[in-house]
């Protein structure tokens, strides 16, 4: 399996513009998890999915975020528009179901810088 | 709601040294407890994880921790460290109410040659 795959892996942008990042999960998995890394506030959960349904969304910062996942295999996080304070190391992770003590596994994470 | 406390924010070692990360967790139900690792530029991955049973777990690279229930409490040790440990550590929980995992602010660990 090739784990996790997140693209593009970095994405510099102009303030303003709108920016789509991209994942797809592992095969089988029915959890997904978009979590956002920054050096002043570590590992925030911004969102998951549960089949392809959102569960809890209360981490996305404001209206200029919203995440789909139009089926098991994809899913996007759009910042429209992108502001400088946005830069982070997005990630996103997937996870079975099955067991709660299943971990989550990570993608390699798209480096967003907007300028 | 869950939350997770990292309290040694920055960790220097000399090779060989012995590690004792520390973690406490916040939630009056059952947990399950994961220590991650996340070496320079790269992705998380998890080093060992606690969901019942023996207190004591194993994970790779010879790394351990400790489940205290009294203390609320999962410290990730190491007998010895090596250069190659150099990376940042996270500890994060799940529950069964909330699937989700809820990372600390991490551990930075250098270990010097």
């Known amino acids: 399996d090739a784990g996790v795959i997140q693209s593009p892996r970095h994405e510099v942008t102009e303030m303003g513009q709108e920016v789509t990042l991209r994942c797809k999960p592992i095969?089988?998995?029915?959890?997904l998890f978009w979590y956002r890394q920054t050096m002043m506030r570590g590992l925030e959960l911004l969102i998951y999915?549960?089949?392809?349904?959102?569960?809890?969304d209360s981490g996305m910062p404001e209206d200029r975020f919203s995440a789909k996942m139009p089926n098991a295999s994809f899913s996007t996080l759009k910042i429209q528009p992108s502001e400088p304070r946005d830069s982070a190391v997005y990630f996103c992770?997937?996870?079975?179901?099955?067991?709660?003590?299943?971990?989550?596994?990570f993608g390699q994470g798209t480096r967003l810088t907007v300028v | 709601a869950q939350s997770v406390s990292q309290h040694n924010h920055h960790v220097i070692l000399s090779e060989a040294a012995s590690l004792e990360l520390g973690c406490n967790y916040s939630?009056?139900?059952?947990?399950?407890l994961f220590w991650y690792v996340q070496y320079p530029g790269q992705h998380l991955q998890l080093l060992l994880k606690?969901?019942?049973?023996?207190?004591l777990v194993k994970g790779i690279k010879g790394f351990e921790a400790e489940f205290i229930k009294s203390k609320f409490s999962f410290n990730l040790r190491k007998p010895s460290v090596q250069w190659s440990d150099t990376a940042e550590y996270f500890c994060?929980?799940?529950?069964?109410?909330?699937?989700?995992?809820?990372f600390g602010s991490g551990t930075r660990l250098q270990v010097q040659p």
């Open positions: 992770a997937s996870s079975t179901g099955t067991r709660m003590n299943t971990e989550a596994f």
């Open positions: 095969s089988g998995h029915d959890y």
């Open positions: 999915f549960n089949n392809n349904v959102p569960i809890d």
């Open positions: 939630y009056g139900g059952t947990v399950n």
């Open positions: 606690y969901f019942s049973g023996d207190p």
């Open positions: 994060a929980v799940n529950s069964q109410g909330r699937r989700a995992l809820t």
